[in-house]
């Protein structure tokens, strides 16, 4: 009897031989979203993608993934470059030292991936044909900036504005004014924090500011600007000493940036965190509903991989000239004449 009932509750729980999908609070959740017997929270369970899967999705475009997910792997990646840098390399830079560590120099690399993201940025813009697309794609980076911003990675935000400032894509006013008013405006906000008057002001009230959580990914080139000017603008000598006023302000900066990423955390769950929360108080700009169902919250996390092998497969065009090329191709010059 203990078997024939076991039986029959295994049946009323299956469709066509596969599990039902569980119902909470009336709802029915997808597959592979857990909830705790109290209701109290969400477990997404994320399944590895087969080979065939991979094979078939190999060919990823961009407005195919969701800004979040982009946001927060491009985050993760640069918070483990920037984590990997040990500080004698920026002494090494600094005073054009040879690093007795025979390794690839990680401040090297991450230099790299800002001029990679910059120009990956105005490719991907530029190898679209069609003009509405093309805006679209423009939208979509801008949203990615807004998400980077709110990772606190205002390395790649900056690589992103800069790809969109870049000339051969801003000169095209053909496809810059199907963007909606409020992706300007919102693009124009952006651009703001990055504003040069004052030294850099407001990105540095920004990165002041108490609610400023660990870890940040700051932005790089002005942390090495301000090393440079501490360097160049005092003597390593004095008097025939060595100036050590001068290399313990060295030190204090080189200390400061590293705290920045000397974090123990799980780099991706914090980062897509950090979207989500800051995602809802953006809803009306970013075009979604202010409370994420469970259904997208595990579509997002499922993205995971395709957003990873879409970073790992990217095809970046540097040569400026190649892009001008790309750009007259999607909107030719006007040529006026005179009579």
Known sequence: MGLEKASEKAKANTVGGRNKPKKIFGKTLPTGVVQSQDDSSVRVKQSKPDAHELLRESHISLLQLSAV???????????????????????????????????????????????????????????????????????????????????????????????????????????????????????????????????????????KSQNMQLPIIPLFPIFIKDLTFLHDGNDSMVDGLVNLEKLRMIAKEIRHVGRMAAVNVDAELLFRTRCLNRGRANADVLDVTQTRRHKKLYEDTQMAPKVKQYLSNLTVETNEKSLQTLSIQCEPSITRTFL
């Open 69 to 207: 997910e982009v946001a927060t792997q491009l985050s993760v990646r640069a918070f483990e470059l920037f984590h990997a840098i040990e500080p004698t390399e920026y002494i090494d830079d600094l005073f054009r030292l040879r690093s007795c560590l025979p390794r690839t120099s990680g401040l090297k690399l991450f230099y790299e991936s800002i001029n990679r993201e910059t120009f990956w940025v105005a490719t991907e813009v530029l190898r679209e044909p069609n003009q509405l697309k093309r805006m679209e794609i423009i939208k979509h980076f801008i949203k990615i900036a807004l998400y980077c911003r709110e990772c606190k990675n205002f390395n790649s935000m900056f690589a992103i504005i800069s790809g969109l400032n870049l000339a051969p894509v801003s000169r095209m006013r053909g496809t810059w004014k199907k963007l909606p008013s409020k992706y300007e405006k919102l693009f124009n906000d952006l651009q703001d924090l990055f504003d040069p008057s004052r030294n850099m002001a407001k990105y540095r009230n920004v990165l």
